[in-house]
């Protein structure tokens, strides 16, 4: 029996910018892209239309679109985080994983007295709903005219609450495209739901499960079953059981020994690592190339962790990539008339790298 390859950590560098469709964008639609992912996080919602624009060939172009005709939607599918999911897979995710998010946040629902409220919050969402999509701000105004908020975090849980029951979503991009407008999820996404094609089966797992380890291997390994697991909010066992009746993923190791599993494909981008993987990206914030893994160790020096998200206040910064591995964050400067690049290299960046970065800066998806 042949022994699984064995990856440094720059070549599992590589892998991955290639399984995330960072080195050759796809002429894919925006659907497609976040389909391919599972999931993309979206805490920060530009950032996340640059993270699907980056992945596919045309940019960002068409990415309101999608959003426009409820082809993606925005919502809280796990580990109480908003994502951007495929619109008719949203139903699929919540049955799944909705129900872990309820029992993580039981406690302050019952703090908060939201359960015995979600009836009359629901009524009163739909009926503000009813003139067309609304401002999450519209949603609260209404449920403190009837009485309902009161208290501090209500507001966001009643909201949560009825986003993971499958009542409300988020549909189409404001006109600044930095939030969304909430919609009803029967008028918006209607129909049943999907669960995504036939899935191989795994004992004592659900079909849906099968399908989105799947997409989070091939489209995030090389990872560990620590990582999915994670990354689903679903026990190790579980994904376990899932990646045994897999065929179109392969295991790999670390230098560690440790045992990492990813699509077949991407091993050749890690070994051959051309100048489109070995050059430099620059990521936005929270991008799953950074987000996306429990251990970031592979692509991300320890002693550089604190410096993408400043302080452990669980806002990540945007991230240069460069030879598989992030060195750096960067931002915008404050010019009005043509904001230009900053660069906060963890050590020097060299002079090729950082022309690199400039055009990198320049080829950055627009809305």
């Not at 699907?52 to 959003?67: D, H, I, K, P, W």
């Not at 380890?213 to 190790?236: I, K, N, Q």
């Amino acid at each position: 029996m042949t022994s699984p390859p064995v990856l440094g950590d720059r070549e599992i560098g590589f892998a991955r910018l290639a399984a995330h469709g960072l080195v050759r964008p796809a002429d894919a639609a925006p659907e497609d892209v976040v389909r391919a992912l599972g999931a993309v996080q979206a805490q920060d919602l530009p950032g996340a239309l640059v993270s699907v624009g980056l992945r596919r060939g045309a940019g960002a172009a068409a990415v309101r679109e999608a959003f426009a005709e409820g082809r993606i939607v925005r919502t809280w599918p796990m580990r109480g985080t908003l994502h951007l999911v495929p619109a008719e897979e949203l139903r699929a995710w919540l049955a799944v994983l909705g129900p872990r998010t309820v029992s993580a946040t039981a406690a302050r629902r019952r703090e908060l007295g939201v359960d015995e409220r979600l009836d009359a919050a629901r009524e009163t969402a739909l009926a503000a709903l009813r003139h067309g999509p609304q401002p999450r701000e519209r949603l609260h105004a209404a449920w403190e005219e009837a009485g309902l908020l009161g208290a501090p975090g209500r507001a966001y849980h009643l909201m949560l609450a009825l986003h993971l029951d499958a009542t409300l979503c988020m549909g189409p991009l404001a006109a600044d495209a930095r939030d969304q407008l909430v919609v009803p999820v029967a008028d918006w996404v209607p129909g049943a739901g999907e669960e995504p094609g036939q899935a191989p089966a795994a004992p004592g797992v659900p079909p849906v499960v099968v399908h989105w380890v799947r997409r989070y291997l091939r489209s995030h390994g090389p990872a560990t079953v620590a990582d999915a697991a994670r990354w689903a909010a679903l026990p190790r066992a579980t994904v376990r059981a899932a990646v045994a009746v897999l065929d179109d993923v392969v295991a790999v190791h670390d230098a560690g020994g440790q045992e990492l599993w990813c699509a077949p494909e991407v091993l050749g981008a890690a070994v051959r690592a051309d100048r489109r993987a070995a050059g430099v990206h620059l990521l936005p914030p929270f991008d799953e190339f950074v987000l996306g893994y429990g251990d970031r160790s592979h692509v991300l020096a320890g002693r550089h962790a604190v410096r993408i998200v400043p302080g452990a206040n669980g806002v990540f910064k945007p991230t240069v990539v460069a030879g598989g591995r992030v060195v750096g964050t960067w931002g915008r400067s404050r010019r009005a008339s043509s904001p230009g690049l900053v660069l906060e290299p963890f050590e020097e960046l060299s002079a090729t790298r950082r022309r690199a970065a400039e055009r990198a800066f320049a080829r950055l998806p627009v809305l």
